[in-house]
């Protein structure tokens, strides 16, 4: 049985982005810890980031229903975007979150087409 560190991957700011981090990364650890933790979070980048692992677009809408900022807005919009296939419009969205947040880990993970080798 594999043990996840809880102590390392929490829903405060920094530990997400750490977590997602690793799990682009392809850390077992934390892309089991977001795959589990995505059903009860409220953090949209958690749910966000396990619906891109999962190929699941129902976490798509559970994101979005609890995205409250403009960012987390776009980064579920972009999720969905290229979980449906629509190349153009990911580019498109991309450019422009990461223009306003060149911060943004997992937007940048996505527009560079690499989802798939995590």
């Given amino acids: 049985m594999k043990v996840v560190h809880a102590r390392c991957m929490g829903e405060d700011g920094g530990d997400v982005e750490r977590t997602i981090r690793r799990a682009i990364g392809g850390d077992p650890d934390a892309i089991s810890w ?18 891109l692992l999962a190929r699941d677009p129902v976490l798509v809408a559970e ?6 900022t403009s ?6 919009v972009i999720t969905g975007a290229y979980l449906r ?19 943004s880990f997992m937007v940048a993970w996505i527009a560079s087409g690499a989802v798939g080798r995590a």
Wanted: charge should be negative.
């Fill in 34 to 51: 977001i795959e589990a933790h995505a059903i009860t979070s409220a953090e949209p980048t958690i749910i966000a980031m396990a619906a």
């Fill in 63 to 68: 994101a979005l229903a609890v995205a409250t």
């Fill in 71 to 76: 960012r987390d807005r776009q980064l579920v």
């Fill in 85 to 103: 296939g629509d190349e153009q419009l990911v580019d498109a969205l991309a450019r422009d979150h990461l223009a306003d947040h060149p911060d």
